[in-house]
């Protein structure tokens, strides 16, 4: 089936843990993203790539690291350094050439910190 | 930063009822996409609308879009309580690569 996986589902870290949410998926789009959601709010972007080897900042990427080594994977590292890690993290895919930015999402992955 | 500005932020109705939605957004934009989200789950794309389009059905969804007043309007006809969710509207901005999100409106249809 066509899609995006994320794992794991759920996620306990301590405070002070780095640690990595997966992405990956099999749509062949070029571009992925990463989203935080938080309860009863929106989806704020935290990184985005357009293509392999290349990424951007969204508007909340503080203490979150990304890499794009191949197409079909995104997977974001929580730092240390990110005040308040807890929240429902959502990756996301869409086309470039020749897309409207429609988006396709994963189930999610969520965060607590104890 | 959020774009869409969701109103109402929370929305009952009985099941049959129509639900209306509302989305005001700051910038120019390329499209407006209305999504939908069941708890705990990823988001779903509903409809599309292109900056040039004043109004779009699918099934019992029907989508407004005013570029003058920056507002669009998700109205969802006969309701049914597998309806419940929360309903986001995202922009595309006008020669930009970024979707942006409000913060969503939450629909509970009752049986």
């Known amino acids: 089936d066509g899609g995006i996986t994320q794992s794991p589902k759920y996620l306990f870290r301590k405070e002070g843990q780095n640690v990595t949410l997966s992405c990956e998926q099999n749509?062949?789009?070029?571009?992925m993203y990463w989203y935080r959601q938080d309860p009863g709010q929106g989806l704020r972007l935290i990184y985005y790539?357009?293509?392999?080897?290349?990424?951007q900042k969204g508007d909340i990427a503080e203490g979150y690291s990304v890499s794009r080594e191949k197409k079909e994977s995104f997977p974001l590292t929580v730092t240390s350094a990110q005040k308040n890690p807890t929240a429902f993290y959502l990756c996301?895919?869409?086309?470039?050439?020749?897309?409207?930015?429609?988006?396709?999402f994963g189930e999610g992955s969520r965060l607590t910190v104890l | 930063s959020q774009q869409g500005e969701e109103d109402p932020q929370a929305l009952s109705i009985q099941e049959g009822e129509n639900a209306t939605m509302n989305c005001s957004y700051k910038t120019s934009i390329n499209n407006l996409q209305w999504y939908r989200q069941n708890s705990g789950r990823g988001l779903v794309h509903l409809i599309l609308i292109r900056s040039n389009e004043r109004e779009k059905h699918s099934g019992r969804l029907r989508v407004t879009l005013d570029t003058s007043k920056k507002s669009s309007s998700l109205l969802i006809t006969a309701s049914r309580a597998a309806d419940t969710a929360s309903y986001f509207c995202a922009t595309l901005n006008t020669g930009g690569f970024k979707t942006i999100f409000g913060a969503g409106t939450r629909l509970f249809v009752k049986a």
């Open positions: 996301a895919t869409s086309e470039v050439t020749g897309g409207t930015g429609e988006l396709f």
């Open positions: 790539s357009q293509i392999v080897n290349d990424f």
């Open positions: 749509l062949n789009h070029d571009a």
